[in-house]
Nanobody
């Protein structure tokens, strides 16, 4: 059973930065792809970014490309999301996710373990 604990959310002004962290336990972290998703008020949960087991491959939704960076430290069993140039439309609860089966990102449906979420609020 994978446990995921996010931290680093908060309130920031537009144009500012935040770094989210997600600590994983319960299985071999380095074997699996990891991802970040978000859910804005009244919206469906959406994919934000994913990273392969080694960190060599990263994937982003178009709206965050060039502003957000996903990374991982397999020695610390932690995945990060660095968010720069934040916009009010980035306001959401951000969730860390672990892939159930694969070492590389194959699509949102393969993520089966989720953290509790951390709130990110960007004021204009």
């Amino acid at each position: 059973q994978v446990q995921l604990v996010e931290s680093g959310g908060g309130l920031v002004q537009a144009g500012g930065s935040l770094r989210l962290s997600c600590a994983s336990s319960g299985r071999t972290f380095s074997n699996y792809a990891m991802g970040w998703f978000r859910r804005a008020p009244g919206e469906e949960r959406e994919f934000v970014a994913a990273i392969s087991w080694s960190g060599a491959k990263t994937y982003y939704t178009l709206s965050v490309k060039g502003r957000f960076t996903i990374s991982r430290d397999n020695a610390k069993n932690t995945v990060y999301l660095q968010m720069n140039s934040l916009k009010p439309e980035d306001t959401a609860v951000y969730y860390c996710a672990a892939d159930n089966y694969y070492s590389d990102y194959v699509g949102p449906s393969s993520f089966g373990s989720w953290g509790q979420g951390t709130q990110v609020t960007v004021s204009s």
